[in-house]
């Protein structure tokens, strides 16, 4: 390092002579012109005294954040306590507490002074009744009071003679007469179940056509007495067979064929039955299977199987 600064100087030195003026030069002599060649360098000078302290630069540029340093160890414990600050403002009351408990009872207070004088009270019931006096003399007749209400009406009295015979009235029309009545056959033979209802193919008559011949029942147009008849026949091989007459789905009656002289050779059997009965309107009658299933009824073209029936009054 003090080799380098002493070069700097000799190098300092070396310019400052090449800068004399040439009014100042010394003359050269005669053989100034016939310059050897350079001798060899010197020996470097020591170290010149350090020169003083420059003047302090300008502050540089505000350099960029540093990256966050690692957290420092732990500061000494709390210092010591700071002086009483001022007073904070009051805060919001807060929930009332629990009711406490009772306390002892206070020592009797002294005997206040006499209050002013109440208001007259309320006055009293009624005493009971004296006993009744002497009756007294009459009091003078009072004004008439106001017209009481009609009373009540009277018994009939006893009829009068019979007055004199009025006019002969004009002839009346003959009464409207209810009128109701059918009768109807088989002309095919049926085999049914039990409750199934006995069809019926021919229609010989209908009055008030009250008979549905698509539902084979009858249903009542008129309230009064009815008189209903019907008549089965079959023959041997079908176990004879049983039927009800029904009012509204309730057995008035019933029958079965059967054999009346078993010596016979005729192969049909029969049985007929007949009932009075009241009916209201939309009441409903109707012949219908019993005793056992897959029994045949005959029909034909003799019509022996046959269902009838008749408004026998109105009510």
Not at 60 to 82: T, Y
Request: charged share 15%; glycine share 18%.
């Amino acid at each position: 390092m003090a080799s380098f600064i002493l070069l700097l100087i000799f190098v300092h030195v070396i310019g400052s002579l090449s800068t004399v003026a040439p009014d100042e030069a010394q003359p050269l002599p005669c053989n100034s012109c016939c310059q050897g060649p350079a001798g060899i360098p010197g020996v470097p000078g020591s170290a010149g005294i350090p020169g003083s302290n420059g003047l302090p630069g300008r502050d540089g540029l505000r350099g960029e954040m540093g990256l966050k340093g690692e957290v420092g160890m732990p500061g000494p414990p709390q210092g010591p306590a700071g002086e009483r600050g001022d007073r904070g403002l009051q805060g919001v009351p807060g929930k009332v507490g629990p009711k406490g408990a009772h306390g002892h009872a206070g020592a009797d207070g002294q005997p206040g002074a006499d209050g002013q004088s109440g208001s007259d009270g309320q006055p009293g019931a009624d005493g009971q009744s004296g006993s009744i006096g002497e009756i007294g003399p009459p009091g003078p007749q009072g004004p008439s009071g106001e017209k009481g209400d009609q009373g009540l009406d009277g018994q009939p009295g006893p009829d009068g003679q019979p007055g004199p015979a009025g006019p002969k009235g004009s002839q009346g029309g003959m009464p409207q007469i209810q009128k109701s009545a059918f009768s109807v056959f088989k002309t095919s033979s049926q085999t049914g179940n039990i409750n199934d209802v006995l069809a019926f193919e021919y229609v010989e008559t209908n009055i008030g056509s009250d008979f549905n011949i698509a539902t084979d029942k009858f249903t009542c147009e008129f309230a009064g007495t009815y008189v209903f008849m019907f008549t089965v026949f079959s023959t041997r091989n079908n176990h004879d067979p049983g039927v009800q007459l029904v009012k509204d789905d309730a057995v008035i009656t019933m029958t079965n064929t059967h054999e009346v002289d078993e010596s016979s050779t005729n192969n049909l059997r029969s049985a007929s039955n007949t009932a009075i009965v009241q009916l209201a309107v939309g009441n409903q009658m109707w012949l219908r299977f019993a005793y056992r299933n897959g029994e045949t009824v005959h029909g034909g073209s003799n019509k022996y199987t046959s269902f009838s029936g008749f408004l026998l009054y109105a009510e």
